[in-house]
């Protein structure tokens, strides 16, 4: 049987093969070459990006029937004017500056490719003013609301009465508890945690074998109340989970009941449980929230943003520094300083 991640690689794998089919022919070049040194989810991303930039230049440049017949001849004579001009539809489409530079991202790094193969000369994107990244405030629950929503998800509180005694009849909160206690234990991705299987949990040591993005794999530990609430979830999961299926959580109802859980169930768990708890910003709470919960809470016990790297998987503990700087607490606590 396939792994979650081989089926979620070859998936796609597929995205990146069907695109290339309308992309250039120079694409499928680029695909083949970066193959193996980026993993598929980043080539699909790469592939979108790219598929809206030529769709884009196909209608500015009537001349061109289709994508097809976009040449390095042809790319080789975008300008700046052109990036900036396709920049300009990006925002009136109201894409978000971030996204936008990740569109100049996966743009420049294309055109660089193919100057390193000494198959174009200039680099479009080098000339174009990228919008300024803005500071925004990392969302995350502080102790009040970790509280309340656990409540929220081991008994109940704030759900309607049919839907609290549906889940219970189901027995679906030992299930959502361990999975809310994985989430804050150990700052998994969302992804990284429905892509678990049974032979990933060492009930033993108390961790888990991760496979991060890039397909790195890290071991990551969690908690004795974790383990608890996790020999409380795999007694029920015997009763739910299909013969054949080896994911640690799975679907309690529905048409994939007792198969893998999806990415989307567990989005939309969090916010139901977000909602009845009625925590801070919950219309914005997401399974990453749950991410930077684990990391803030980390950062002011330890103080220790090397550990917090680690604990995240990041490659570079530049992506980890967001955490200190959204530690606002000790501006709270001289808010009520003498004047």
Request: with cysteine.
């Amino acid at each position: 049987m396939k792994t979650y991640y081989q089926i979620r690689d070859a998936k796609n794998l597929a995205v990146v093969e069907k695109l290339c089919e309308s992309l250039p022919a120079l694409c499928t070049e680029y695909f083949d070459d970066l193959l193996i040194g980026r993993a598929p989810s980043t080539l699909a991303n790469y592939a979108r990006q790219l598929f809206t930039f030529f769709e884009y230049m196909e209608c500015e440049t009537p001349v061109f029937s289709t994508m097809k017949a976009f040449t390095l001849g042809t790319v080789h004579m975008l300008t700046t004017d052109d990036i900036v001009s396709f920049m300009c539809f990006l925002k009136t489409k109201g894409v978000s500056d971030a996204t936008i530079l990740s569109y100049l991202r996966t743009l420049s790094a294309f055109f660089a490719h193919f100057i390193r193969k000494r198959k174009l000369l200039s680099n479009p994107v080098e000339g174009v003013v990228r919008p300024k990244k803005k500071k925004t405030l990392k969302i995350y629950l502080d102790a009040i609301d970790i509280k309340r929503f656990e409540y929220a998800v081991n008994d109940g509180t704030g759900l309607s009465d049919r839907v609290a005694k549906y889940q219970i009849s189901i027995r679906s909160q030992e299930r959502d508890m361990a999975i809310f206690a994985l989430f804050l234990d150990t700052g998994v991705r969302v992804s990284e945690l429905i892509g678990l299987d049974l032979d990933d949990v060492d009930l033993v040591r108390c961790r888990i074998t991760v496979r991060r993005k890039g397909g790195d794999i890290d071991a990551v530990y969690f908690s004795d109340d974790t383990l608890t609430m996790l020999n409380d979830y795999l007694f029920v999961r015997k009763q739910i989970a299909m013969p054949d299926c080896s994911a640690l959580f799975v679907a309690f109802i529905g048409v994939n009941k007792g198969q893998r859980l999806s990415v989307r169930t567990v989005e939309l768990m969090v916010k139901k449980y977000a909602s009845a708890a009625g925590v801070t910003n919950s219309g914005k709470m997401t399974p990453h929230k749950m991410r930077h919960t684990c990391a803030m809470a980390l950062l002011k016990t330890t103080g220790n943003i090397a550990l917090v790297q680690k604990q995240l998987g990041h490659r570079s503990i530049t992506s980890t520094t967001v955490y200190a700087e959204a530690d606002d607490s000790d501006l709270e606590s001289i808010r009520n300083r003498k004047k």
